[in-house]
């Protein structure tokens, strides 16, 4: 991420976004169930509201310095904060009631590594679990905010193929403005 992204994140303003707009209508229809998989928590904005709502809490972070100091933050709590790579989970297969990822999509560095990560949260979903993610969408603006950071955009329009060559079922891909939501289902058969 670039200084701004990082600056932005850690804001009260941003926690505040998170938890009065983004997450209820990212969990509006769908249920966390009991073993939740953040991936890309970076401070901890969506950590902290989402730590609230689950009974166990796994956040996952590809930046060394986050996930230390988010470990440091929430440890003793039902959170566990974890370095690593959304698209090389260090998880079981059907470990998670659900997954969810705001914002962390766009910065997996190439569409073969988000591709690598649907496969893989594919795989870490039990059957019947739902992955959620919150996205914006392509633009000047997004691209502007992206100088010196990665910005590889996820397509609100093919997203719900993709997903479901990778075995989701039921995707449901919402927008708002310049921002969208994506719902998908791991099946119960697969
Ligand atoms: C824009 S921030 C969003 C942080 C947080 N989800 C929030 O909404 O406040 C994107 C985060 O994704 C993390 N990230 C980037 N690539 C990742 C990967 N391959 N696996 C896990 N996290 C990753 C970044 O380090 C960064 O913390």
Same mark, same amino acid.
């Given at each position: 991420?670039?200084?701004?992204?990082?600056?932005?994140?850690?804001?009260?303003?941003?926690?505040?976004?998170?938890?009065?707009?983004? !997450? $209820?209508?990212?969990?509006?229809?769908? @249920?966390?169930?009991?073993? /939740? &998989?953040? *991936?890309?928590?970076?401070?901890?904005?969506?950590?902290?509201?989402?730590?609230?709502?689950?009974?166990?809490?796994?956040?996952?972070?590809?930046?060394?310095?986050?996930?230390?100091?988010?470990?440091?933050?929430?440890?003793?709590?039902?959170?566990?904060?974890?370095?690593?790579?959304?698209?090389? !989970? $260090?998880?079981?297969?059907?470990?998670? @009631?659900?997954?969810?990822? /705001? &914002?962390? *999509?766009?910065?997996?560095?190439?569409?073969?590594?988000?591709?690598?990560?649907?496969?893989?949260?594919?795989?870490?979903?039990?059957?019947?679990?739902?992955?959620?993610?919150?996205?914006?969408?392509?633009?000047?603006?997004?691209?502007?905010?992206?100088?010196?950071?990665?910005?590889?955009?996820?397509? $609100?329009?093919?997203?719900?193929?993709?997903?479901?060559?990778?075995?989701?079922?039921?995707?449901?891909?919402?927008?708002?403005?310049?921002?969208?939501?994506?719902?998908?289902?791991?099946?119960?058969?697969?």
């Amino acid at each position: 991420m670039n200084a701004f992204e990082n600056w932005f994140c850690g804001t009260s303003f941003w926690h505040r976004v998170t938890e009065r707009t983004i !997450l $209820p209508w990212m969990l509006n229809g769908y @249920s966390l169930g009991d073993s /939740v &998989l953040e *991936l890309g928590a970076g401070p901890g904005a969506t950590t902290e509201e989402l730590r609230k709502r689950a009974k166990r809490l796994t956040s996952l972070e590809y930046d060394h310095n986050f996930a230390a100091k988010l470990g440091a933050r929430f440890s003793n709590t039902n959170a566990n904060v974890l370095q690593g790579d959304a698209a090389a !989970l $260090p998880f079981p297969d059907d470990s998670f @009631s659900s997954v969810i990822a /705001v &914002l962390v *999509l766009h910065h997996l560095k190439s569409p073969e590594r988000q591709e690598r990560a649907f496969a893989e949260i594919h795989r870490v979903l039990k059957p019947g679990g739902v992955f959620l993610a919150f996205e914006i969408k392509d633009g000047w603006l997004q691209r502007f905010g992206h100088i010196k950071s990665v910005f590889v955009p996820i397509s $609100p329009s093919s997203i719900s193929d993709q997903l479901t060559s990778f075995g989701f079922s039921e995707v449901a891909v919402e927008s708002k403005g310049s921002s969208f939501r994506v719902c998908a289902l791991r099946s119960r058969e697969n």
